[in-house]
């Protein structure tokens, strides 16, 4: 037994009296959460969702406006582009997240996890790799792969996201087990914490995790139009999904980067009363 | 009943003590056949439903298990339904449920962890799938063990068939006999440990 199997799970970070402090950047002061997004809906950015499916109509989903399924057939993968459903819920519920923050956001609906489907990590590669070509341009992914053998291609997928300037906006596993590619450094990796605004994020010094979203007791969309109260890094995910939607539509053509450098500029936990004369 | 499964049954236990629930499950994935098997049942509320596998599309568990992601349910408006075929199936209704995926070495995910209706707090929380998960990772460590287990007896069978059918050789001629030697050497020399080499 090691020490490493008792160590927090992500989402621990960001509990009340664990989060620490970080040090402002004043240069970067003037980013405002109004400047960030206010008045923003998403308008014109579309937001990919790797999941289950999304039911379509749902009242807190609404409109749905591209689909993908993926199926595997002798000769390779087959991409159905029909209108799908969802097979569990948990898709919805990522899109019903997303929907509330970010209104007008496009959304496209990438089902890889399903009755007819494995949920196996090809198809979730494949399904990454044709968001990636797709021109959408933000991608929740609140499912990760454990499995060692996609590793690789992971992080070549990932790396091809980021110099394209799609954030991948990832939920880890809740313990620290390999989950790829919420772990890599290129992609948005989010932990639920207890924060109850959906516009308020926290910043975790300590990576790999690096923001903290609502994502403990929420409500959400599920199946046949109803409702579930929730927890998990799933949940906390779609909430910056939707924020970097709206970021993406007010400014345009921001890099991955950049809007890292946004998110961390207006986390909860940075210490702004530090700024005018205080230590640095 | 092996040793194995009795350890299962008491990780299970302890489980449901640790984070208090009346009741709770251990379903292990059947690939092949698409579902899920109900290896361990604690609680009452759950005996009836002891021997009737899931299908993996159904309800949390099925979710759980195809996703890898773990999740925590409050059905607070009575909307079980959505969440859990497996409960609204035995007329069982938990109003809080936490499912967690027990995860192989090698990252498949082999089974289901799910406990329901957290008693104190009103919803299962973040400590609550932590610590669950690490409930199992036990889980799958003995998962693990009973499979060697089970693999040990099949290969010692077909060693002794081995041999059966070596001494049989080793009888017919002294170029058997010498053959056969050789073989066994061999075999040996592999099974203590020090690989094959030619």
Not at chain 1, 46 to 60: F, R, T, W
Not at chain 1, 247 to 256: A, F
């Amino acid at each position: 037994m090691t020490a490493t199997l008792f160590r927090p799970a992500w989402s621990d970070a960001f509990a009340a009296g664990v989060l620490p402090k970080v040090r402002p950047i004043p240069p970067l002061d003037n980013i405002t959460p109004e400047w960030a997004w206010g008045g923003s809906t998403g308008a014109g950015v579309e937001v990919a969702i790797l999941d289950s499916g999304i039911e379509a109509n749902h009242p807190a989903v609404g409109k749905v406006q591209r689909y993908l399924t993926i199926h595997e057939e002798a000769d390779g993968f087959i991409y159905d582009e029909q209108p799908h459903d969802d097979a569990f819920g948990h898709g919805t519920a990522c899109a019903g997240i997303i929907r509330s923050i970010a209104p007008q956001c496009s959304l496209t609906s990438v089902k890889v996890l399903g009755p007819d489907l494995t949920g196996r990590g090809a198809m979730f590669i494949a399904g990454l790799r044709w968001v990636i070509e797709s021109g959408a341009q933000v991608c929740n992914l609140s499912l990760s792969s454990s499995h060692a053998e996609f590793f690789g291609q992971l992080q070549q997928l990932t790396d091809s996201a980021y110099f394209k300037h799609l954030p991948l906006v990832c939920a880890p596993h809740n313990l620290p087990l390999p989950s790829y590619p919420s772990l890599f450094g290129v992609v948005l990796s989010v932990a639920a914490s207890e924060e109850r605004d959906p516009e308020r994020l926290a910043y975790n010094p300590d990576p790999p995790v690096e923001f903290g979203a609502p994502g403990i007791d929420v409500e959400v969309a599920w199946r046949n139009g109803g409702t579930l109260t929730v927890t998990g890094n799933s949940f906390a995910a779609p909430h910056v999904s939707g924020l970097v939607a709206r970021l993406l539509s007010k400014h345009p053509g921001l890099t991955v980067f950049q809007i890292k450098t946004v998110l961390r500029a207006l986390a909860t936990n940075v210490a702004r009363d530090q700024l005018n004369g205080g230590e640095q | 009943v092996t040793a194995n499964d009795l350890h299962l049954e008491l990780i299970l236990r302890t489980a449901t003590r640790a984070i208090p629930a009346p009741a709770g499950i251990l379903l292990l994935v059947d690939h092949p056949r698409r579902r899920l098997n109900v290896e361990v049942v604690v609680g009452d509320s759950l005996q009836d439903f002891s021997n009737t596998p899931l299908l993996l599309d159904e309800g949390i568990a099925g979710m759980v298990a195809l996703s890898g992601q773990p999740i925590a349910v409050a059905c607070t408006r009575g909307d079980y339904a959505h969440a859990n075929d497996l409960t609204e199936r035995i007329g069982y209704a938990p109003q809080t449920i936490l499912a967690v995926p027990v995860t192989a070495a090698n990252g498949r995910v082999i089974g289901v962890l799910e406990l329901f209706d957290r008693q104190g707090p009103p919803t299962f929380g973040m400590d609550d799938m932590t610590l669950l998960g690490m409930f199992a990772q036990h889980v799958a460590f003995t998962l693990d063990q009973r499979r060697q287990e089970s693999a040990f007896p099949a290969a010692d069978e077909k060693m002794a068939a081995l041999t059966d059918q070596l001494t049989a050789i080793a009888g017919s001629s002294d170029a058997g006999f010498r053959l056969c030697q050789g073989v066994l050497g061999a075999v040996s020399t592999f099974i203590n440990g020090e690989g094959v080499r030619p």
